[in-house]
């Protein structure tokens, strides 16, 4: 069964806008949790991660909010770029060095 | 910055054929692990590896197997090649100091006919 839930597999947001991606775990022992970035015939890249203990982190356009209540994360970026065009991976560890990933949400933004 | 190369960006394969995927990383990371990419799937784990000569498997190693005979080094080996093998492989690796920062390979686009 899925850890690790993406919804809305798909997003297209005009350039400057905000771009918000969601995501649900079911598993109460995740620490820490990440967004990975992946373009087309290109392994994924990290982009952002947030501890347990925090509650948002933020790095340039990018910044991660974290629920632990809800089970729920999400990434916003803003604003947006061509760029940022990709798919987005959201994955999570519950301290054992290996991480679930979710399905991936792809990004397409408007020019 | 760390590299991770992998031996093939596509390959080509017949059924029953014994395929061998091999990855190497620069940055002498402790940890090293296999992906496939399927589409609506996902990254899902094959195999994993902490350790020269060491292996767990992962959520999905059935078909598969793995050799980590140096650090550097973790090859991923289908005995024998069936068309549900087909896939995106990814490897990644990761150091014992940041262990869920994973850095991935290109990836090798394998084709089982």
């Known amino acids: 069964d899925q850890q690790v839930k993406q919804n809305s597999p798909s997003l297209s947001v005009q350039e400057g806008r905000i771009s918000i991606l969601n995501c649900d775990y079911t598993?109460?022992?995740?620490?820490?949790f990440l967004w990975y970035k992946k373009y087309p015939a290109e392994g994924p890249t990290f982009l952002i991660s947030?501890?347990?203990?925090?509650d948002k982190n933020e790095d340039g356009r990018f910044t991660v909010f974290l629920n632990k209540s809800a089970k729920h994360l999400s990434l916003h970026i803003v604003p947006s770029q061509p760029g940022d065009s990709a798919v987005y991976f959201c994955?999570?560890?519950?301290?054992?060095?290996?991480?679930?990933f979710g399905k991936g949400n792809q990004v397409v933004v408007i020019p | 910055d760390v590299k991770v190369t992998q031996s093939s960006r596509y390959l080509v394969k017949r059924t029953g054929e014994k395929v061998f995927l091999e990855c190497v990383q620069d940055?002498?990371?402790?940890?090293m692990f296999w992906y496939r990419q399927d589409p609506g799937l996902g990254l899902r784990l094959i195999y994993f590896?902490?350790?020269?000569?060491?292996?767990e498997k992962g959520d999905i190693p059935e078909g598969y197997s793995v050799s980590r005979e140096k650090k550097e080094r973790f090859s991923l080996i289908l005995e024998s090649a069936s068309t549900n093998q087909t896939s995106m492989y990814l490897c990644?690796?990761?150091?014992?100091?940041?262990?869920?920062?994973?850095?991935f390979g290109p990836g090798t686009r394998l084709t089982v006919t």
């Open positions: 994955a999570a560890s519950d301290g054992n060095n290996r991480l679930a």
């Open positions: 598993n109460s022992m995740f620490d820490y």
């Open positions: 947030i501890s347990s203990i925090k």
């Open positions: 940055m002498d990371h402790e940890n």
């Open positions: 990644a690796s990761s150091s014992g100091r940041s262990p869920y920062e994973q850095y």
């Open positions: 590896s902490y350790d020269v000569k060491m292996k």
